[in-house]
């Protein structure tokens, strides 16, 4: 009992010390400038024939499903810590920096997903890589913002569930051994965290 209770205070303590981290990362402005940047890019680039394709195919649980059955796999693995994620179409295979946790990790996912989707590559070789970046960065932030599609993404690919912000406390919190005060009580501390999109 006395360990429940230690451990229970260490988690209580450690989501206090992590409140005010995240919490700024929530009114981090990335994501508006990000946002804002694909906006000027839509207006000012309207025949780039990525705005089609994803007005016409978004990146939807049937495309996640559809990845799997293709036979593709996500792979958390030791990378140089520059990249955070590569997309080997020729393994199928997305590639992710082992050292990136929860939402990081789960942004990259996406991202290298939306490299799948649209066929736009972010190669340095390529004079418009830093668009294509943005756009995948744009398309992967708002899909993994979403519990469904973000359940279905962990799940399919077989990776570690965890729980850092509202959507993915929403895709994930009934797994686990979380008793009802305790849920109730982590729900409320990522509801003031809010939704990351960084």
């Known amino acids: 009992m006395a360990f429940s209770n230690a451990y229970k205070s260490l988690f209580l303590n450690i989501m206090l010390m992590e409140e005010d981290t995240l919490a700024s990362a929530v009114h981090n402005d990335d994501w508006k400038k990000l946002d804002a940047y694909i906006s000027r890019l839509q207006i000012e680039e309207p025949s780039m024939d990525v705005w089609k394709k994803i007005e016409g195919k978004p990146l939807d649980a049937e495309f996640i499903d559809g990845m799997v059955a293709q036979k593709w796999k996500a792979v958390p693995e030791f990378m140089h810590l520059i990249l955070d994620g590569i997309c080997d179409y ?50 992967g932030r708002k899909s993994s913002a979403d ?42 501390y990522y509801e003031k965290i809010g939704i990351l999109m960084d």
């Not at 199928?92 to 649209?118: C, I, P, Q, W």
């Not at 965890?162 to 895709?171: E, G, K, P, R, W």
Request: charged share 25%; no cysteine.
């Open 90 to 139: 020729v393994n199928k295979v997305l590639r992710l920096n082992n050292f990136l946790s929860g939402y990081g990790r789960d942004k990259t996912l996406f991202h290298e997903m939306a490299h799948v989707r649209y066929g736009i590559s972010d190669s340095l070789n390529r004079p418009d890589w830093h668009k294509n970046a943005a756009i995948a960065d744009w398309v």
């Open 147 to 188: 519990p469904e599609l973000l359940s279905r993404a962990i799940f399919d690919f077989g990776l570690e569930v965890q729980i850092y912000d509202l959507a993915s406390y929403n895709a994930f919190h009934g797994i686990g051994k979380l008793s009802f005060r305790d849920s109730g009580r982590l729900k409320k």
